[in-house]
């Protein structure tokens, strides 16, 4: 069965420092990996995603993320934090064996503090 | 381009009725799909669809029916409301098809309250 964690609620951090937002993943086959955010009583945009190649993905406004098969982790990173970056962030996965759908993360809320 | 869009975006029902939330996807795409939202549980997947004609549930579909006839549209229908369908409701549409990145495109939703 796929799986997302996000083992953290809420990120605080402080503008102008760096921000991680962690995630861990399980899936059947090679896993295709996304985050995405969202702003109060807005749907989910799309910040980036993994799906082959190269492990550390650019994303919109300044996001990147690194995907690690080892650890099975995918944690969205930011060099200097904006205090409009704050919102929720969602991961998700789906495996890339036929049939298979996206599973989220239940979500962290990240606070950045001016 | 609208993208995804959904009506209505806000609604509140009275235990057993029914109603249709509307979703309209002008992207082309081939699979669409159903999500509800819930305090601090992320993302549910209610139903979804391949293309037209085909749907399938997904993690949470009991007190839902869905219908796909047009590759743009793919209502979602609440038979009999029960307060535990009170929830913030998405639809979304992607692409899966060869060479496509399978990339979620999200509507803004509907809040609907069920007292």
């Known amino acids: 069965a796929q799986s997302v964690a996000q083992p953290e609620d809420q990120v605080n951090v402080a503008e102008g420092n760096p921000l991680t937002v962690k995630c861990t993943y399980s899936v059947s086959g090679n896993p295709y990996l996304f985050w995405y955010v969202q702003y109060p009583n807005r749907g989910l945009q799309f910040l980036l995603k993994?799906?082959?190649?190269?492990?550390l993905v650019k994303g919109s406004y300044g996001f990147e993320a690194e995907f690690n098969k080892s650890q099975t982790s995918f944690h969205l990173k930011k060099p200097s934090a904006l205090v409009s970056d704050s919102a929720l962030y969602f991961c998700a996965v789906r495996g890339d064996n036929y049939g298979q759908n996206f599973v989220f993360g239940p979500g962290t809320r990240l606070s950045v503090l001016p | 381009n609208a993208g995804v869009t959904q009506t209505p975006k806000f609604r509140i029902l009275k235990i057993g009725q029914s109603m249709t939330l509307q979703c309209t996807q002008d992207m082309n795409h081939n699979y669409m799909y159903w999500y509800r939202q819930d305090p601090g549980m992320g993302l549910k997947l209610i139903y979804y669809s391949v293309g037209a004609g085909i749907t399938d549930k997904g993690e949470v579909p009991n007190g839902y029916n869905v219908s796909r006839s047009t590759t743009e549209d793919f209502p979602l229908r609440l038979e009999l409301a029960a307060p535990s369908q009170t929830s913030v409701y998405f639809c979304a549409s992607s692409t899966r098809r060869t060479g496509s990145t399978d990339t979620q495109y999200f509507g803004p939703g509907t809040r609907l309250t069920v007292l």
């Open positions: 993994y799906i082959t190649g190269d492990n």
